[in-house]
């Protein structure tokens, strides 16, 4: 365990390997190989050369042509092979080290200019990168499309690009097989609650058996055609069907959904507070999905609590973002769990008080809500038990005309 806590911070301040370093590494080595290889060649040349020079005028020819001379000159010019040698090896020394020199210099240039290549070369991928990390399920028509000469990189950018076509038309299909199939879902619904109705309306005594079945059915329809609903609402949250734009104050669709729920309050005995932050918290998108976003986040607030629980609803503005927070005590939840939550048909049955799980839409739509207006979802389980869910919007200006809406 010791080890594992300490070789990450020893290796910490190493650079990251990446393709650019290697490559620069790979052109740095290569040219300190080849300049080694040419350093050694010419130094070769240059002992081999000063080596018969210092031998010339040791040759047994001039040594008998100058048998008789006279003994001042043959010490002269015994003194002066042996400057000639000693000139000769200075020279070779001083040579060398100047080779050395030039090549540890032209290293850090080639160094240098490596790295500026490959950052060069590997421009366009970069930027392939950045594109592709912007390219998300609600902008899957965009594209890449790489400029330039037909290369490995641009047939890895058009490659990308029909990846992404094909993605984007397997979530058209789904959202519009979702859409439709609700619609169509819908008449054979209607058909089967007019019959119940009119088999329970028939004249003369109706048996008890039959008036508890039609019962039965009619709440099951009714399951039926809120899940119906609910995929509606969210294949349009999806597709980013925004009907009725407006300018919406968030504390009052806050209070109108509590007010709308104070008999489900009651009934299960919860304490709510709502708190609002100072001079009003104004939001622009579709009322009908923002009003749709705040039900869901209270229906799940007091449909999964406890009885005599609470419930706490806070908004306000939050420089660029306004916020909505709605906490709810209860058991301590897991919070790998708790952020599945956005996507559909996840419950949390076994960890959340409340017979009625729900179709596990609720939050998915608030996500695909929240996402659709450009906003943030966040689902976090409270460390005293329950749920937070921070929702973040884009801030509005507060319009001229104060009123709002009904």
Known sequence: MTMTAIRPAGRSWLPRRTVRLRLTMLYGVLFVVSGAVLLAIASGVVVSSSRVSAAVPAAPGQQSALAQADTQIRQL??????????????????????????????????????????????????????????????????????????????????TIDGLLARLESAFEAQRRFVANASHELRTPLAVMRASVDVAVAKPGPVPAPTIALAGRLRTELDRVDGLLEGF???????????????????????????????????????????????????????????????DNVLDNAIGHNRDG????????????????????????????????????????????????GGAGLGLSIVAAIVSAHGGTLDLRARPEGGLAVTIALPLAARPALTGVPA
């Not at 010019?77 to 540890?104: D, E, K, P, W, Y």
């Not at 070369?121 to 594209?143: E, F, G, H, K, Y």
């Not at 104050?249 to 709502?274: C, G, M, P, Q």
């Open 77 to 158: 010019q015994m003194q002066l092979s042996a400057l000639r040698a000693q000139v000769n090896s200075g020279v070779s020394h001083g040579l060398l080290i100047g080779s050395v020199v030039a090549l540890a210099v032209m290293t850090v240039v080639s160094l240098v200019v490596g790295w500026i290549m490959a950052g060069r070369v590997l421009r366009p991928l970069r930027a392939m990168t950045a594109a592709t990390r912007r390219i998300s399920a609600d902008n899957l028509d965009q594209r890449l499309a790489m400029p330039g000469p037909r290369d490995e990189l641009t047939d890895l950018a058009d």
């Open 232 to 294: 509606l609402v969210l294949a349009r949250a999806q597709h980013g069907d925004l009907p009725g734009h407006a300018t919406l104050s968030l504390e009052y669709l806050v209070a109108a959904a509590l007010a709308a729920r104070k008999d489900a309050i009651a009934a299960r005995n919860l304490t709510v507070r709502h708190a609002a932050g100072p001079g009003g918290t104004w939001v622009e998108g579709s009322q009908v999905l923002l009003c749709r976003m705040i």
């Open 309 to 356: 629980g609470w419930v706490s609803a806070a908004t306000g503005p939050d420089g660029d973002r306004a916020w909505l927070v709605v906490e709810t005590g209860g058991a301590i939840l897991d919070q790998g769990r708790v952020a599945e939550l956005a996507q559909p048909f996840r419950r949390l049955r076994a960890d959340r008080t409340g017979s009625d």
